[in-house]
């Protein structure tokens, strides 16, 4: 079965240090996303990709960055982890077409001290 | 800018009862409102989804009502179940070329027996 996969699902990083969370979805979707999930936030937007080569800043994209350099894979970068990083990351994924569901990966903990 | 306002935070509802969560939306570009249910541990997972072009979508024990003009859209689950405790979160996408889902903060739901 086609499917989205997260990792690590858990990780504790020092503050400062460079961290990437990796994303794989076997669906072949040109669109993948990456979200944070905080309490009282929801879940908020950090960068998306409509493509190979394609990416773009959401609503929360600072101290953030990713590269699509193929289809199935969206990796997220953290490059100084701050404290303020700490939350749950969500990576999704969809076809093309308004309206069309976007699938969400089980999710990655990660913890900055 | 918060663009899709959710209430309530937290919900407790009586096994058989009604839960009614509600969202507002202020984007008219929106055209696309989905649900998604997310249980603890996990990613959210599309529950349902309706488009500005009806008033009500009803799958199940879920339905949702849609106010054009008001720019709000509710979910309702009929016949509650303790199963059915998880956070519930509404989002709206624009659509026209673009994909990323904007959320609501979430709702917890608790179904008592």
């Known amino acids: 079965d086609a499917e989205i996969t997260q990792s690590p699902r858990h990780k504790i990083t020092e503050t400062g240090r460079q961290v990437t969370l990796a994303c794989h979805q076997t669906?072949?979707?040109?669109?993948m996303f990456w979200y944070r999930q905080d309490l009282g936030h929801g879940l908020r937007l950090i960068h998306y990709s409509y493509g190979v080569q394609d990416t773009n800043k959401g609503e929360v994209s600072d101290g953030y960055s990713v590269s699509r350099s193929n289809t199935e894979d969206l990796p997220l970068t953290l490059e100084s982890a701050a404290s303020s990083q700490t939350s749950v990351y969500f990576c999704?994924?969809?076809?093309?077409?308004?309206?069309?569901?976007?699938?969400f990966g089980e999710g990655s903990w990660l913890t900055v001290v | 800018q918060q663009q899709v306002k959710q209430s309530p935070q937290s919900l407790i509802v009586q096994k058989g009862g009604i839960s009614i969560i509600n969202c507002a939306y202020e984007?008219?570009?929106?055209?696309?409102f989905p649900w998604y249910q997310q249980f603890p541990g996990k990613g959210p997972a599309l529950l349902i989804a309706?488009?500005?072009?009806?008033s009500e979508k009803k799958e199940g024990r879920f339905t949702i009502s849609f106010n054009k003009s008001a720019k709000q859209f509710s979910l309702h689950i009929m016949d509650s179940q303790p199963g059915d405790s998880a956070t519930y979160f509404c989002?709206?996408?624009?659509?026209?070329?673009?994909?990323?889902?904007?959320f609501g903060k979430g709702t917890k739901l608790s179904v008592i027996p």
């Open positions: 309706i488009r500005p072009d009806v």
């Open positions: 989002a709206a996408s624009p659509g026209a070329g673009s994909y990323q889902l904007t």
């Open positions: 999704a994924s969809s076809e093309s077409r308004s309206g069309n569901t976007i699938y």
């Open positions: 984007n008219t570009a929106f055209d696309y």
């Open positions: 669906w072949n979707h040109n669109n």
